[in-house]
Each structure stands twice: as structure tokens, then as C-alpha cells.
T-cell receptor, first 112, second 114 residues
Framework: GEDVEQSLFLSVREGDSSVINCTYTDSSSTYLYWYKQEPGAGLQLLTYIFSNMDMKQDQRLTVLLNKKDKHLSLRIADTQTGDSAIYFCAESSDNYGLNFVFGPGTRLSVLP | NAGVMQNPRHLVRRRGQEARLRCSPMKGHSHVYWYRQLPEEGLKFMVYLQKENIIDESGMPKERFSAEFPKEGPSILRIQQVVRGDSAAYFC????????????FGPGTRLLVL
């Protein structure tokens, strides 16, 4: 089946930029997403990108998509302690968000 | 406006017992989705329901698992005769319409099977 991979851990210092990477196998992916999960809370949709886009920027967040390499990244500028969480990459190949596939999540730790 | 509510937040069951997980969608949302997160894995889609209808259950195990979303009340994910491999976090999401970017997730129910 389709697969989404992420590194499991990332540590950065407060004020630095964080880059969380994701690779996927489904060449028919239409939508790619980044979710944030804080302890004890549900997933929060951070941002998403259509497969016909290369980049999307939203305040401190920048999403880059390399469709040829099936590589997605999330850059968080000026990382703060409140950004410490698990970040999930997900992909979907249909317009309705069914059967979409999540990665295992990257646990971001922000050091003071 | 309360978010998606799930209860219980933690559930412990012995092998062979039944587990019932409840999900109350956000007000005005008529679409409910259930996902399972196994340790060290990403979330896996299980089932998509609208009121009184199962729309897509392609991610549900064929046996022991069932889901419903009645006209009144919360959506229920039911696991009969639980086994240790059912231990996971079960997340519910709801949306007002059938599009991915409007899904809101609940805090999840952590099921532990002893």
C-alpha cells in the first residue's frame, strides 16, 4: 500500500528554523497536509498544499513540495517553545479526504 | 463552540471484553471520521459516516469492529472481544462538508487491552 515516512525526532534551539521532512510513495497524491498534535489534544490542521503547487507560505510556516522526488517539507521560522509537538505529514489522492495516509509523526523538541 | 468531544479519554479492557468509544462532532457537523493510531505509526483511516449512514468503511477490520452514527447522539465505534493488538489511540474527526481541509479532530481515546 501507499506509505508516508518521516524522521521520528527533531531538536532545535529557540529562535532557529525547524525543517521537518516527509516522503511519500503515492504518485497520484492530490493533497498533502501538515498536522500538529500537542500533548493530550487532537490533531490540528496547520496547512495543506495541492500537488500542482511548489510552495506555500503562511506566516512562520513554509511548505515546499518536490513532486518529482515525492518530498514534502515544513519549515517553521523563529521556532518557539510553543511549537514543541508532534508534526504529522499526510497525503490524499482524492478530493474528499478519504483514505488519506499519515506518516508516523516527527516529535519536535525546542530547546531554550 | 465546543470542539469535537471524545469519551472516555482512556479505556482499559481485558481481552475478550467489549470497548465502546464515543465521538460527539462539532455543532453543525454531519460528517464523522474514525482513525486509529498504533504505537510508532501514523493514523490510519477506519470509517467515514454521515448521519445514519456508513459511507466508507474500507479501513475497518472485517471482524469485531463496527461503527454507527445515529440520528440522535454521538457516533460510536464498537470493538467486540478486544485483543491486545487493539491497544491504540482512536481519533474521531468531524466536518460540516466532505472535504479534508475542514476536518476537526478530537483529543482521542487511548485504549489499553490487558
Amino acid at each position: 500500500g501507499e506509505d508516508v515516512e518521516q524522521s521520528l525526532f527533531l531538536s532545535v534551539r529557540e529562535g532557529d528554523s525547524s525543517v521537518i521532512n516527509c516522503t511519500y510513495t503515492d504518485s497520484s497524491s492530490t493533497y498533502l497536509y501538515w498536522y500538529k498534535q500537542e500533548p493530550g489534544a487532537g490533531l490540528q490542521l496547520l496547512t495543506y498544499i495541492f500537488s500542482n503547487m511548489d510552495m506555500k507560505q503562511d506566516q512562520r510556516l513554509t511548505v515546499l513540495l518536490n513532486k518529482k522526488d515525492k518530498h514534502l517539507s515544513l519549515r517553521i521560522a523563529d521556532t518557539q517553545t510553543g511549537d514543541s509537538a508532534i508534526y504529522f505529514c499526510a497525503e490524499s489522492s482524492d478530493n474528499y479526504g478519504l483514505n488519506f495516509v499519515f506518516g508516523p509523526g516527527t516529535r519536535l523538541s525546542v530547546l531554550p | 463552540n465546543a470542539g469535537v468531544m471524545q469519551n472516555p479519554r482512556h479505556l482499559v479492557r481485558r481481552r475478550g471484553q467489549e470497548a465502546r468509544l464515543r465521538c460527539s462532532p462539532m455543532k453543525g457537523h454531519s460528517h464523522v471520521y474514525w482513525y486509529r493510531q498504533l504505537p510508532e505509526e501514523g493514523l490510519k483511516f477506519m470509517v467515514y459516516l454521515q448521519k445514519e449512514n456508513i459511507i466508507d468503511e474500507s479501513g475497518m477490520p472485517k471482524e469485531r469492529f463496527s461503527a454507527e452514527f445515529p440520528k440522535e447522539g454521538p457516533s460510536i465505534l464498537r470493538i467486540q472481544q478486544v485483543v491486545r493488538g487493539d491497544s491504540a489511540a482512536y481519533f474521531c474527526a468531524s466536518s460540516p462538508v466532505q472535504v479534508q481541509e475542514t476536518q476537526y479532530f478530537g483529543p482521542g481515546t487511548r485504549l489499553l487491552v490487558l
